[in-house]
């Protein structure tokens, strides 16, 4: 069955880097684009990019641009999201979510808790 | 940017009553349009795709209409595990996302 699962909560200082992983299985990892989206305490959903790891194009929002990277590892069908210059109102849950070409979401990972606090 | 436009914020129903959801886009998305529940602590979960076609395992008590800037979703008699968040998706202008705020259905 198809799973994305992620790497655990992280907690960090204004001004740092996260990174959270996201690994595939149960699917063709190439076949398929991943979306990251962020959801703060209490708050609606946030598209953040995309990333399509067959050839590791990727897409982000104007919002996050020259903050947020991802990458993808296809020999452990993982992909990545760094986002840099943390600042409090990142503190969000970040999911990572697949999708085919030009579609809607059918599998979201169960999400990471990035608390950012002093 | 397509904005998403949920109403209304919360939903108040009855166990077994009828909850309709709105959801308006600012631009015609055609019916690229996804809606997903979301209970506390909790992934979103695909209801609806196309705007109207359930996703797998979903229950025929949600329906999904609408195309161009208004939809529309129906839960035609609540359960008591159908009362949670539900979101809009617009896929038109991928591969940038947008979702609705959200409508909260709680019990009356």
């Known amino acids: 069955q198809v799973q994305l699962v992620q790497s655990g909560a992280e907690v960090k200082k204004p001004g740092a880097s996260v990174k959270v992983s996201c690994r595939a299985s149960?699917?063709?990892?190439?076949?398929?684009?991943i979306h990251w989206v962020r959801q703060a305490p209490g708050q609606g959903l946030e598209w953040m990019g995309i990333?399509?790891?067959?050839?590791?194009?990727?897409s982000y929002a104007q919002k996050f641009q020259g903050r947020v990277t991802m990458t993808r590892d296809t020999s452990t069908s993982t992909v990545f999201m760094d986002l840099s210059s943390l600042r409090s109102e990142d503190t969000a849950v970040y999911y990572c979510?697949?999708?085919?070409?030009?579609?809607?979401?059918?599998?979201w990972g169960q999400g990471t808790l990035v608390t950012v606090s002093s | 940017e397509i904005v998403m436009t949920q109403s209304p914020a919360t939903l108040s129903v009855s166990p077994g009553e009828r909850a309709t959801l709105s959801c308006r886009a600012s631009?015609?998305?055609?019916?690229?349009l996804a809606w997903y529940q979301q209970k506390p602590g909790q992934a979103p979960r695909l209801l609806i795709y196309?705007?109207?076609t359930r996703a797998t395992g979903i229950p025929a008590r949600f329906s999904g209409s609408g195309s161009g800037t208004e939809f529309t979703l129906t839960i035609s008699s609540l359960q008591s595990e159908d009362f949670a968040v539900y979101y809009c998706?617009?896929?038109?202008?991928?591969?940038?996302?947008?979702f609705g705020q959200g409508t909260k259905v709680e019990i009356k």
């Open positions: 979510v697949r999708a085919a070409y030009g579609d809607y979401s059918d599998y």
């Open positions: 149960g699917y063709t990892f190439t076949n398929y684009y």
């Open positions: 990333i399509y790891p067959s050839g590791g194009t990727t």
């Open positions: 631009q015609s998305i055609s019916s690229n």
């Open positions: 196309g705007a109207s």
């Open positions: 998706q617009q896929y038109n202008n991928w591969p940038l996302w947008t």
